[in-house]
């Protein structure tokens, strides 16, 4: 089993940057036995995938939108992933999750996701 929780979210204004953590309580298994999933949902809009890093740290994955804006990193030592977010623009205001999916491959799946932390508000003014 795994238990996640965000943190890092905030108001910022467009330009600026927020580093999002994702720190997970793991049993059963090992961190880097999961691939962890950033996904946010805007007002009105469906969940989306913004990135991925698999167990190993070794591959990433970046939606087009935040390609060259957003890193997604890992701590293995500390059981956290990290999504540090520049050039923040307005669109990027969402509620952003983290997820984690066993054994689970790059780009992750949004269905194929077994834990989902409560996720973390970031609002960004323009």
């Known amino acids: 089993e795994v238990q996640l929780v965000e943190s890092g979210g905030g108001l910022v204004q467009a330009g600026g940057s927020l580093r999002l953590s994702c720190a997970a309580s793991?049993?059963?298994?090992?961190?880097?036995?999961?691939?962890i999933g950033w996904f946010r949902q805007a007002p009105g809009k469906e969940r989306e995938g913004v990135s991925c890093?698999?167990?190993?740290?070794?591959?990433?994955y970046y939606a087009d939108s935040v390609k060259g804006r957003f890193t997604i990193s890992s701590d293995n030592a500390k059981n956290t992933v990290y999504l540090q977010m520049n050039s923040l623009k307005a669109e990027d205001t969402a509620v952003y999750y983290c997820?984690?999916?066993?054994?689970?491959?790059?780009?992750?799946?949004?269905?194929?996701?077994?834990?989902w932390g409560k996720g973390t508000l970031v609002t960004v003014s323009s």
């Open positions: 793991v049993s059963g298994f090992t961190f880097d036995d999961y691939a």
């Open positions: 997820a984690a999916a066993l054994y689970g491959s790059v780009p992750c799946n949004i269905y194929g996701m077994n834990y």
């Open positions: 890093i698999s167990g190993s740290g070794g591959s990433t």
